[in-house]
């Protein structure tokens, strides 16, 4: 039930009430809340190190949700990070195909496990420099993640 604003009369659904005359109008509508962006509550270092947490994958996400430069440096130096990963695999993979050629395919087994720690510790220290709040510049990749991300 609806009631008058000015005599409290019983008007139903009417627009202007049937003993005063008073108009009703319209309700007010509700007031939006402006919409706040996804990582708000993330701190800048948080999202930094989360932007490497699975690779190309974080990165990108934070990438395309987060505005802050800080947090869209380490999420654009990420996906360049596994991109440089894959190309050296790749690179590797290559070369110990054609040492395979030449009987030398045993010198795989030593390198490979190298190149997998190398990276493992690649990875962790860019996590680490990203909750530092630092922003630790990669040879070539960090140069072009700065060009992207904006100053």
């Known amino acids: 039930m609806a009631f008058c604003k000015s005599c409290g009369q019983d008007i139903g659904t009417s627009s202007f009430c049937p003993q005063c005359g008073s108009s009703q109008g319209a309700a007010a509508a509700p007031v939006a809340n402006p919409v706040a962006p996804p990582t708000e509550g993330i701190q800048e270092n948080v999202a930094g190190?989360?932007?490497y947490i699975a690779g190309w994958i974080s990165g990108l996400i934070f990438l395309l949700i987060d505005r802050r430069p800080f947090v869209r440096f380490h999420a654009v130096q990420s996906i360049g990070l596994n991109i440089g990963m894959v190309v050296i695999y790749m690179a590797v993979?290559?070369?110990?195909?054609?040492?395979?050629?030449?009987?030398?395919?045993?010198?795989?087994?030593?390198?490979?496990?190298?190149l997998g720690v190398f990276?493992?510790?690649?990875?962790v220290f860019m996590m680490y420099k990203a909750y530092q709040h630092e922003k630790f510049m990669l040879p070539i990749i960090g140069n072009i993640a700065e060009g992207m991300a904006g100053k």
């Open 93 to 114: 993979a290559f070369s110990f195909v054609m040492l395979h050629f030449l009987h030398l395919g045993f010198l795989a087994l030593a390198v490979y496990p190298l």
């Open 49 to 51: 190190l989360l932007c």
């Open 119 to 123: 990276i493992l510790v690649v990875w």
